[in-house]
C-alpha cells in the first residue's frame, strides 16, 4: 500500500473514532472538529458509474489542469459560475468541471466537459461524502 493510500485509511479511521465518541451516550453533540491530514485525500470514484468523470480529471491534469486540489467549500458556487461561463446547457447533458467548483483551483480557467447527469452527480456525492470530515484547505486528488 502506498503513502496516499495509507493515509487515506489513517483519516476515515480517525474520523470513525471521532464519530463513535462524539455521539456515545451522554456527549454533547456538539459538531467534530473538521480534520487536517498532511498528505492529499484521495477520492476515490467508481470506475464504472462515474468513469466520465474519471477520464475527465485525468485528461485535464494531462492538459496542464492541476492534480492536487485543495478544498474551498466557501467560494464553490462563485468558482462553478465563473467555470461554466461561456459554456452553453445542453439538454440531456451536465457540465462538468475539472479543477471541481469546491476546490481552490477551480472557477476561471477549468475544462469543462459534457457528461451524464448521473455520472456527474453521482461523483459530487462521493467527493462530498468523501470530503466532509475535513478542513478547507486540505489536499484532495481525484482517483489516481
Do not use: K
Request: a neutral charge; glycine letters at 8%; hydrophobic letters at 40%.
Amino acid at each position: 500500500m502506498n503513502r496516499i493510500g495509507a493515509t487515506a485509511i489513517l483519516a476515515t479511521a480517525i474520523v470513525s473514532i471521532i464519530a463513535i465518541v462524539a455521539t456515545a451516550p451522554g456527549r454533547s453533540q456538539t459538531p467534530a472538529p473538521c480534520l487536517h491530514v498532511p498528505l492529499a485525500v484521495v477520492v476515490d470514484l467508481n470506475n464504472d458509474r462515474q468513469a466520465p468523470v474519471i477520464d475527465h480529471a485525468r485528461d485535464a491534469v494531462r492538459d496542464g489542469q492541476p492534480r492536487i486540489l485543495h478544498i474551498d467549500r466557501e467560494d464553490a458556487d462563485a468558482h462553478r459560475a465563473a467555470s461554466l461561463r461561456g459554456t452553453p446547457v445542453r439538454s440531456g447533458f451536465d457540465r462538468d468541471e475539472y479543477p471541481v467548483a469546491a476546490s481552490e483551483e477551480g472557477g476561471a480557467g477549468a475544462d469543462v466537459r459534457y457528461i451524464s447527469p448521473r455520472a456527474n452527480r453521482s461523483a459530487g456525492s462521493t467527493m462530498g461524502r468523501a470530503l466532509a470530515p475535513f478542513c478547507n484547505g486540505q489536499a484532495f486528488i481525484l482517483e489516481p
